[in-house]
């Protein structure tokens, strides 16, 4: 089981950016899948973009164009770029383990304990 914690999220204005981070307990070169995911108040929690081990890469359609998910494995990281922000874009990130099916992402019950975003208009 791997443990992640997730950092960088804050208070920021519309148009502005965030880099968030995921910091795993275990080397994520053998994780064939990770992911972010968010969840706003009242609503249910949404796939963000999700990365692969061979570099697929899953983008929720809210947020093409605007998001990048990176991963380094020889650091242990997963990060997330977020350009361009809305205020529709603001919830609590969080980072998963999961799988990719080929065609979709599958999330495993492996979660950080969240980062908070708020992008104010």
């Known amino acids: 089981q791997v443990q992640l914690v997730e950092s960088g999220g804050g208070l920021v204005q519309a148009g502005g950016s965030l880099r968030l981070s995921c910091a795993a307990s275990?080397?994520?070169?053998?994780?064939?899948?990770m992911a972010w995911y968010r969840q706003a108040p009242g609503k249910q929690r949404e796939l963000v973009a999700a990365?692969?081990?061979?570099?697929?890469?899953k983008y929720g359609d809210s947020v093409k164009g605007r998001f990048t998910i990176s991963r380094d494995n020889a650091k242990k990281m997963v990060y997330l770029q977020m350009n361009s922000l809305k205020p529709e874009d603001t919830a609590t990130y969080y980072c998963?383990?999961?799988?990719?099916?080929?065609?979709?992402?599958?999330?495993?019950?492996?979660w950080g304990h969240g980062t908070q975003v708020t992008v104010s208009s």
């Open positions: 998963n383990q999961g799988q990719w099916t080929g065609s979709d992402y599958r999330p495993y019950d492996y």
């Open positions: 275990r080397s994520t070169s053998g994780i064939n899948a």
């Open positions: 990365a692969t081990s061979s570099g697929t890469l």
